[in-house]
């Protein structure tokens, strides 16, 4: 079957001031986003989240999260949210938002509770093999659709206990968002290591070495200070395979995305289930380990209040 798509991107702004210049630059890394969002949906199906309607508010005790998966992909009892990264080569490292992976534990958890199978996945897109990738905000749509098109890339797809390993070898930084739509003037992300990511991709025993590394990181310099256990790493497995041919039009110029490696971990449904059913029990204690805020917790406490020995709530 053959697969292609029309990439749906934000318009260009000019460049008149100091802001027109870095609107672009948001723009563009956007609209990165957006294509390689749309390639994986035509790859592997699902609904992309355009808009703010489809996203879901988390009501908490002071404001509120925006929870927006990038995909979500359902079936008849599997519910699957994930989340797009792409950076080049030369920045060798995606950035994750810690307040975007509080709202997918969030809504794993709760999706979990109606009795269904919700899954996150995190897919990773590396690109580039130039110094071209460096100057993405002065091209044009068409030209920045067929260079993303030319350019080498790869995928690889990882599930929430993971992306929790992850954070052990992550670094955290905080960053401006006074550019972005964000209510929030700065978010703390977590970039995983390019060693570990690159390991994952290629190493059969990737999962043993970054176990065995962890287990000698010294307590004060861990990001997570759980047991490994934890995580039903012994279950994963992976599969590597080569992506479909991709057409794609833009603007009267046909382009094609030609066959890349992807590298995919997973659990059997089976496994998956044994995970799930942990996590669910065990969330307030693993996420206090990986540093992460419990939101589906507090939430539950806001809705359903403990009574006080009076009988009157607090």
């Known amino acids: 079957m053959k697969r292609g798509f029309k990439p749906e991107l934000l318009r260009r702004v000019k460049v008149k001031s100091k802001e027109g210049a870095e609107k672009r630059s948001v723009i563009s890394r956007r609209n990165t986003s957006k294509f ?8 592997y199906g699902g609904k992309v989240n355009n ?14 999260r925006r929870f927006c998966p ?61 110094w071209k990738t460096d ?7 068409p030209s920045l659709v067929r260079l993303l098109c030319q350019q080498k890339k790869d995928l ?18 905080k960053m401006d968002q006074t550019t972005s739509d964000s209510p929030l003037t700065s978010q703390t992300y977590f970039r995983p290591r390019g060693r570990a990511l690159t390991g994952l991709q290629k190493d059969n025993d990737a999962i043993k070495h970054l176990a065995e590394e962890y287990r000698e990181i010294p307590v004060h310099k861990k990001h997570f200070l759980g047991d490994l256990n934890d995580l039903h ?3 994963l497995e992976c599969e590597r395979t080569i992506s479909q041919r991709v057409k794609i039009n833009y603007s009267g110029g046909d382009y094609v995305v030609e066959p890349f490696p992807t590298t995919r971990y997973f659990q059997s449904r089976e496994n998956y289930q044994k ?21 589906f917790e507090e939430r539950r406490i806001i809705y359903n209040p403990r009574p006080e020995e009076d009988g009157i709530p607090y």
């Open 51 to 64: 808009g703010k309607s489809e996203d879901t508010k988390i009501i908490l005790e002071r404001g509120f």
């Open 275 to 295: 995970w799930l059913a942990h996590f669910s029990k065990n969330h307030g204690r693993m996420m206090e380990s990986l540093g992460l805020r419990d939101i």
């Open 70 to 130: 990038d995909i979500l992909t359902s079936s008849e009892d599997e519910l699957t949210f994930t989340e797009i990264k792409s950076f080049s080569v030369r920045r060798s490292s995606p950035v994750c938002s810690l307040n975007q992976l509080e709202n997918y534990c969030y809504s794993l958890l709760n999706e979990f509770e109606k009795e269904t199978i919700p899954r996150v996945t995190y897919a990773f897109f590396k690109y580039g093999d130039s």
């Open 156 to 173: 690889m797809i990882l599930p929430l206990n993971l992306i929790f390993l992850l954070l052990a070898f992550s670094r955290f930084e």
């Open 135 to 141: 100057k993405l905000h002065a091209l044009t749509n």
């Open 36 to 43: 390689f969002t749309q390639l994986y949906q035509c790859i």
């Open 233 to 235: 790493l012994d279950t």
